[in-house]
């Protein structure tokens, strides 16, 4: 598969709710004030701590070997619009293990709809997608608050689906998701209950170029140590060139900062032979923005495996373990979201998908000659696992991140 893209959908499932009439998405580009360039921001180190808390909770769920791979940037944005609908303790959990409890909900939806206004604003060169979209069951009215709360600050798109025939509520919904993702996501939601009230959704798609392309002819087989006793052949693709690098000898890691065209890079941390575990264990935002500050420029040797990985998980096991439970009892409340009915959360699920290789587009052909300087490369292999990051500058976010531990696996 060409180009490198990632994309992943989210689902969480309500038991129970609502529908309202299909009302088409309006354009909510309006002026934002010099105080509002800076509420994205809000969300920046929340958004963060949580990522690197679902991570933890997710590594331990995962069989050594196994990639990790998700949009944390997608899950904080579902919780968040969920939580529009939520109230009391409910809503408390959710804000809590969000990282928000400093701010309202009224701060939180502003933040997110100006930070759909930045990534709208992408360039030709990437193609960055986010928003969400509320299936309701055909027979249910939910608040009317909801909805706009939903569609205004969250871009939801809002459709009725009858949940009383699950295969074809199913279908519909895998035919939203998988226009939003381009196709690269076709089959998420599978087995709805007929019990079913809404379905939320949240999608996160994207695509660069890299900004300094790799060349195919310099692509070759090699080997890629899973572990110990495990050796895959990779694609192995290879650029000499000027990158932002950094090696944390004290921390035993690696971290180049790849850039695509336009507001995103990918962020390599390449932990030294057989340190994963140690890196795993100490990582957190304060890590990543220590690496972002200490990041110089030389040249490299870059040795970069062409890959193509999807990851799903239900993600019920690690938000309970982060604090939010009462969303999925019978004692859930989602007072705004219906009054009449009481709903719960039954499943949140998730799925991601990246691709890399050498250029990032189906057909890009581009010449770029830098001016090297007389010093020796430093040679950086990624022949191993590594931890990958992808970063939005202008809003600081982090779009997808996760654990190649093995490229070849599908």
Known sequence: ????????????????????????????????????????????????????????????????GKNIFYSPLGISTALSMLSTGASGETHSQLFSSLGYSTLNQTQVNEAYEHLFHMMGHSQEAQQLEVGNGVAVRTDFSPLEKFLKDAMHFYSGEIFKVDFAKPDEAAAEINRFIASKTHDKIKDMVKDLDPSMAMVLINYVYFRGQWEKPFDGNHTHKADFHVDKTTTVKVDMMKRMGRYDFYHDTDNHTTVIMVPYKGNTSMMIVLPDEGKMKEVEGFINKDYIRHWHNKLYRNSVELFLPKFSISADAVLDHSLKEMGITDAFENSADFSGMSDSIKLKVSKVSHQAVLSVDETGTEAAAATTIEIMPMSMPININVNRPFLAFILEHSTRSILFMGKISNPTAA
Do not use: V
């Not at 309006?30 to 997710?58: M, Q, R, T, V």
């Open 1 to 64: 598969m060409r180009g490198i893209f990632a994309s992943c959908a989210l689902a969480a499932l309500l038991l129970s709710a609502a529908w309202a009439d299909h009302q088409h998405h309006h354009d909510h580009s309006s002026e934002h004030s010099h105080e509002g360039e800076l509420s994205c921001h809000k969300l920046s180190s929340p958004n963060a701590d949580f990522a690197f808390a679902l991570y933890k909770s997710l590594n331990a769920q995962t069989a050594a």
